[in-house]
């Protein structure tokens, strides 16, 4: 390997976050955050002063961004409805409102495909090894794979309908206003 085509591509694993500035490492560091964590601990990860993490933590939670939870030491976690939210806004500021129904009609064809197929009203419902032993056509890999998009579909489609619902919403409030 040349050493322009280890300088272009990504940083080792264990370093991802070397190149950026301490806020982006603090940023990053609680992107893979999983549960609650110490300043310190979070500061060590993103290779910074931990006075200088909780700096940024303390804007992050007023950001919304993580959820601060009192104690000693004070622990911080990823708030996953703040990047939720932001998702939604995303897909409402990238499609239209016809862009967005008509992918909100494409997953709920999807979806209703996989209610008649497995004969359930949701993945949850469904006991997989059963459909496995039941098919003639799906293993059980095909079933838990089925069962994995169908709950991402679901998901997606949620997304997809709120964004709609903001889209048309923010459309309202212009032709009023």
Not at 10 to 27: C, G, T, W
């Amino acid at each position: 390997m040349s050493e322009t085509d280890a300088a272009d591509g990504p940083p080792p694993f264990e370093d991802a976050f070397s190149s950026d500035d301490v806020e982006q490492r603090i940023y990053g560091t609680i992107l893979q955050t999983r549960e609650p964590t110490t300043a310190s601990a979070i500061a060590d990860s993103a290779d910074c002063d931990p006075k200088t993490a909780r700096k940024y933590l303390g804007w992050f939670d007023d950001l919304g961004i993580v959820t601060r939870h009192d104690g000693h030491p004070a622990t911080y976690e990823r708030n996953d409805a703040y990047f939720e939210w932001r998702r939604i806004n995303q897909l409402a500021a990238d499609h239209s409102v016809e862009d967005l129904q008509d992918r909100v009609r494409e997953l709920t064809t999807r979806i209703t495909e996989y209610e008649t197929t497995y004969d359930a009203a949701s993945p949850a419902a469904v006991d997989s090894v059963a459909a496995a032993e039941d098919s003639d056509e799906r293993t059980i890999d095909d079933v838990y794979s089925d069962l994995a998009d169908w709950a991402t579909a679901r998901e997606e489609r949620d997304r997809y309908e709120r964004a709609r619902q903001q889209r048309t919403g923010g459309e309202r409030e212009q032709a009023s206003g």
